[in-house]
C-alpha cells in the first residue's frame, strides 16, 4: 500500500465512525490492514482539509487510552477536537492535568477487521 492507497484506506474508515462514537489511532490502523501504523494514521489526519467532501470526522480519533491528543504547546487542536466531540453529545472530561478523556467504554466504536470497508465501493458511487 503506497502512500496515497494509506491516506484513502484511512480516510474512508474514519467516514464510517459513526456519530458520538471515537475509536484509536491504533484501531484504524488494525482495520486498514496495517496495524504497527497508527502514529502514521495521527499523521494522515492531520493533513485533513475543513474543505473536503464528504467530510473526514478526524475529531473522532483519539489515543488508545481515551485521551485527545495535545499537538504541542501554544495549539488549540485539542480544545477544537474536545469542542467537535462535545457537539456530537460525546461526554469530554477535563483530568487533573488539564488533558481531555473520552470514556472508550461508553463512546467507543471497535469492529472487528474485515467488518468495515477499507475501500470505496466503486460501484455504488454513493458510500
Do not use: C
Amino acid at each position: 500500500m503506497d502512500g496515497d492507497q494509506f491516506h484513502a484506506a484511512v480516510y474512508h474508515v474514519v467516514r464510517q465512525i459513526p456519530p458520538q462514537r471515537v475509536t484509536s489511532y491504533g484501531h484504524i490502523a488494525k482495520l486498514i490492514g496495517m496495524p504497527n501504523y497508527s502514529r502514521h494514521v495521527g499523521q494522515a489526519l492531520k493533513f485533513v482539509s475543513p474543505d473536503v467532501q464528504p467530510p473526514i470526522p478526524w475529531h473522532r480519533v483519539i489515543s488508545s487510552s481515551g485521551a485527545i491528543s495535545s499537538r504541542g504547546p501554544g495549539t488549540d487542536g485539542a480544545a477544537r477536537q474536545r469542542d467537535a466531540l462535545i457537539a456530537e453529545g460525546v461526554d469530554v472530561e477535563t483530568t487533573r492535568s488539564g488533558e481531555f478523556h473520552v470514556n472508550l467504554r461508553t463512546y467507543g466504536w471497535f469492529p472487528a477487521p474485515g467488518a468495515v470497508a477499507i475501500q470505496p465501493d466503486l460501484e455504488n458511487p454513493e458510500e
